[in-house]
C-alpha cells in the first residue's frame, strides 16, 4: 500500500461504528513508530475521537504517512505529551527506545508486536519489554488485530483485542480505549500470557488442520480405487490407453465422493453423540475427546464438503469441452450411421439424467446456504433458531437430497455384474455406506418414544437419578417419597 493510500483514511467520524453513542474522548495517545501497522493505528485512533500523537525518528519525513489530525514529531515529544503509548517497533528496535528510558517513566507501554516464528524467543516480547523498561507499565494488546482491521473498522474484521498485563489499572485503561475504537477487549490475565498471545497470529489455520488432512485422504483413497477402476482395469484387461481421463474425468469422479461423504460426516458425531446420551442416560458424561473434536471441527468439514461438491459442478460444465469427448461423439455418430440406426432415444437414460442433475443443483443450492450461514458476519444476525434450523434442518435435508442425487447416479449399475471391475463395486455404492448409516439413525432418533426419551436427557433428566415426589394420603394429607427418574 502506497504512502498516499495510508495517509487516506478508510473511515471517517460519522461511518465509524459506535461513533453515534460514543463522543471523543479528547484523550491524547502516544504513537511509537512510523510502520504500516502505527499509521492503520493512528488513522483508527483520530477516527475515534483520540488526540494522537507520533513519536517518529524522522518527523519530517513521516508527516505525509500519517492524517493531518495526528500530530508527528521527534519521540521524545510525543512521549511528553501522553501517558499512553502504543510501542509499534519491532523486538529488535526496542534497545533505540533505551534513550527516553528517564521520559518514558511511570507511563502506560502497549506492545503491539508479533514474532516471525512461534516461541521464537524464550521470553515474550512485552516481557522483554517491561524488562528494559522496569519503571514503565507494559500491556500486550492489538497483535491479533490486522493492519486491516484497524482502517476498515472491526465490522469488517475480527472484533476481539486480546489484553495482559500484571497492572489492573492499565488493562482496564487499554480496555476502554479499544471499546472506544470499536473493539471487545478480552482480559487474559497476567503478562506470563503474553506469550501465548503472541503465538496466535502465527499459527496457519489451526482448526482446519484435521479437516484438510481428512479430506485430502479421502480424495487419495476415491482418487486412487477411482483410477484402478477407470484406468487401469481397461488398459490390463482391454489393453486400452485411458490415461487421458485422469486430469479431469477421475478427479471429477473422485470429488462428489469426497463431498457426500464429508457432508455425512458432518452428523456422524451428532449422532454418535446421541447413541452416548442414550445409552448411558444422562448428558452429563464426558464425550470422548475424538468425539470432542470432531464435533468442533464440524463447520470446517462442512465447509471443505461444499468446496469439494463447488469444484465438481465446475468439473461438470467442462466435461464437454474436452476434446477427447468431441471425438468419442464424432465415433459414435459414425457409427450409428453405419449401422443406420435412426432413433437412438433411450427414455429411462433421459429422465434419469433429468432427475439426476436436478436433484444434484438443488443440493448444490443448500450446501451453499449452509456455507453462507456459516460465516461469522451471517451467523451473528440469526438468531439460535434460525441457525440451528439452516445448520440442522436444512443440512439434513441436503445430505437426503445428495443420497438421492447419488442414486440417480447410480441407477441399476450396481446389479451390472460388468460394472465390479478387478471384482470391486462402483465407487458410488462405497459412499452411500456413512451416508446412509446416518440417515437411518436420523429417522430412528425422530421416532416419538426415542425423541422424548432424549429430549429428556438433554433437559437434565439421568437414569438412576432419585427425585422426590409428593403423594396424597387416605386422610387427606399430603406425604413425600422418593423414587428412581427410570421408572
Known sequence: MSGGDMAKPLLSHRSMEGDSSTPATGRTIGVLGSGDFARSLAVRLVCSGFKVVVGSRNPKRKAGLFPSAAEVTFQAEAVKKTDVIFVAVFREHYSTLCDLADVLAGKILVDVSNN????????????????????????KGFNVVSAWTLQSGARDGNKQVLICSNNQEAKRTVAEIAQVMGFTPVDMG??????????????????????????????????????????????????????????????????????????????????LAACSQLYYGTKYRRFPDWLDQWLQHRKQIGLLSFFCAALHAVYSFCLPMRRSHRYQLIETAVKQAVEKKMNIWVEEEVWRMEIYLSVGIIALGLLSLLAITSLPSIANS??????????????????????????????????????????????YTLTLLVPCTVILARVIFSLPCMQQRLLRIRRGWEKGRYVKFVLPSATGEYSSGETSSNV
Request: glycine share 2%; charged share 15%; with cysteine.
Open 116 to 139: 516471525t516464528e512461534i516461541n521464537h524467543h524464550k521470553e515474550s516480547n512485552a516481557e522483554y519489554l517491561a524488562s528494559l523498561f522496569p519503571a514503565c507499565t507494559v500491556v
Open 190 to 271: 497476567c503478562m506470563s500470557s503474553a506469550c501465548e498471545i503472541e503465538n496466535i497470529p502465527l499459527r496457519l489455520l489451526p482448526a482446519w488442520k484435521i479437516p484438510i488432512f481428512l479430506a485430502l485422504g479421502l480424495f487419495l483413497c476415491f482418487f486412487t480405487y477411482n483410477l484402478i477402476r477407470q484406468v487401469i482395469h481397461p488398459y490390463i484387461r482391454e489393453q486400452k490407453n485411458k490415461f487421458y481421463k485422469i486430469p479431469i474425468e477421475v478427479v471429477n469422479t473422485t470429488l462428489p465422493c469426497v463431498a457426500y461423504v464429508m457432508l455425512s460426516l458432518v452428523y456422524l458425531p451428532g449422532v
Open 382 to 427: 440469526l438468531n439460535w433458531r434460525e441457525f440451528s434450523f439452516i445448520q440442522s434442518t436444512l443440512g439434513f435435508i441436503a445430505l437426503v437430497i445428495s443420497t438421492l442425487h447419488t442414486l440417480t447416479y447410480g441407477w441399476s449399475r450396481a446389479f451390472d455384474e460388468n460394472q465390479y471391475k478387478f471384482y470391486l463395486p462402483p465407487t
